[in-house]
């Protein structure tokens, strides 16, 4: 769903494989931000799943994809490739790659905060927002709607988390009671390709 809060796109590499690209704007610093993508208590607030360690450092970790009472939790196995606090984060799940980029935002405002009479030193990206770009590397090509419906409601929460309101969350199978079925729908139709199947057909 492209919009001012989010843009959507697919793109195709080298080797094939196809990526889901999703852009939104957060009205908080890289740092704050930075935060929210990699300590457990953060994450389990909004994402669909928490991590046993702080995702800072690189090497091994372990994903709980969260059920929230809706089935099991399961473990998921992941590798730290990047680490480049507060500004960039990659990591495997399962066969997908997740590769998170934060820049402060440099809107017309934002530079303005940046470069102009607040501060004419420059510098100081303080309350200036910042742009997340999560490319997400699918190892199943079909899954691209699903992906992002998924992580629409997953931002959405985010949103609400970083204002201080926090939403419950919208993930697993509960996905569906806020609208992620219509959502899978709609991005299929806007990215040409198939509806993904995830959940059994009612």
């Known amino acids: 769903m492209t919009s001012e809060l989010q843009r ?4 195709t590499g ?3 494989s196809t990526t889901v690209v999703i852009e939104r704007n957060f009205d908080v ?3 704050v931000l930075w935060g929210a993508l990699t300590e457990p208590e953060q994450l389990k607030l909004w994402a669909p799943h928490t991590a046993d360690r702080v995702l800072d450092s690189f090497g091994p970790a372990t994903l709980v ?3 929230d009472g809706n089935g099991d939790d399961q ?3 992941i590798e730290v490739l990047v680490v480049k606090p507060p500004h960039l984060l990659k990591y495997t799940w399962g066969v997908d790659v997740l590769r ?3 820049t402060a935002d440099v809107t017309p405002d934002g530079l303005e905060a940046l470069l102009g009479d607040v501060n004419p030193a420059g510098g100081d990206d303080e309350g200036t927002g910042s742009v997340l770009v999560l490319r997400h590397t699918l190892g199943d090509v079909s899954m691209v709607s699903a992906v992002a419906a998924g992580w629409q ?3 959405d929460v985010l949103e609400t988390v970083l204002a201080g309101h926090p939403e419950a969350p919208k993930r697993g199978a509960n996905a569906l009671e806020y609208g992620w079925a219509e959502l899978n729908e709609r991005f299929a139709d806007e990215l ?3 509806p993904s199947v995830v959940f059994p057909p009612e």
């Open 8 to 11: 959507v796109s697919v793109s």
């Open 14 to 16: 080298a080797d094939a």
């Open 29 to 31: 610093s890289p740092e």
């Open 65 to 67: 994809m969260l059920a």
């Open 75 to 77: 473990e998921v196995l």
């Open 100 to 102: 998170w980029e934060i």
């Open 153 to 155: 409601l997953c931002f």
């Open 192 to 194: 040409g390709v198939k």
